[in-house]
């Protein structure tokens, strides 16, 4: 009788500590830092300035989710429940981009559609990301498309963007900060062009 007892709660304890639920990691694609702060302090608004507004960005369906994103093959993807975007991903990467974007562009005055100056803007960002998720290649993909229209709608701007980085290393961490060095490239890409005009 001690044996079928002592047998019964090893296996009720295994059984609990198999069910013990995985720990939810929180991933940022850039927290907010001292510099990025003191560069947007020292710009201080002209009159003369253009504002140009980043919109909020547009998701494909399958990247509105607070789960990390795999692609397994060409049709399959996996949602990584225990690991999570800290913010909404279309938010996280319009902040990212926009905090990318004021070092490098210096002829206007960079906000984006919270601030209060936006009825002023000059320019309007648009985005449109189809992927901004890791693969099971070793791989981070970001494409879409941003276009830059003017205050009357008229579309100034349009421009296709794709970028595939190799990963070195396993892990969830290593793969966000390869998303975000895409941020960097969709960056300069936009600065590239937008001087053109």
Not at 74 to 86: F, G, K, M, P, V
Not at 90 to 116: Q, V
Not at 165 to 194: F, M, P, W
Request: proline letters at 3%; a neutral charge; aromatic letters at 8%.
């Amino acid at each position: 009788m001690i044996r079928l007892i002592t047998i019964y709660l090893l296996t009720l304890s295994l059984f609990s500590c198999s069910t013990t639920p995985a720990e939810i990691k929180l991933y940022s694609l850039s927290l907010p830092s001292a510099t990025s702060h003191d560069i947007e302090n020292s710009k201080t608004l002209k009159s003369d300035t253009p504002i140009l507004m980043v919109d909020p960005v547009k998701l494909a369906d399958y990247l509105n989710s607070r789960n990390l994103i795999i692609q397994i093959n060409r049709h399959q993807i996996y949602n990584a429940s225990h690991h999570l975007w800290a913010e909404d991903l279309d938010k996280a990467i319009a902040n990212t981009l926009l905090h990318k974007l004021k070092p490098l562009e210096n002829r206007f005055h960079l906000i984006d559609s919270s601030n209060r100056l936006k009825e002023s803007a000059k320019y309007r960002l648009l985005l449109e990301f189809d992927a901004f998720h890791a693969t099971d290649q070793s791989q981070v993909i970001a494409s879409g498309k941003y276009w830059l229209t003017g205050n009357t709608q008229k579309l100034v701007l349009e421009n296709s963007f794709s970028y595939t980085l190799n990963l070195e290393q396993d892990g969830y961490s290593h793969s966000v900060e390869k998303l975000n060095r895409t941020i960097d490239l969709l960056a300069t890409d936009i600065i590239q062009n937008i001087n053109k005009i």
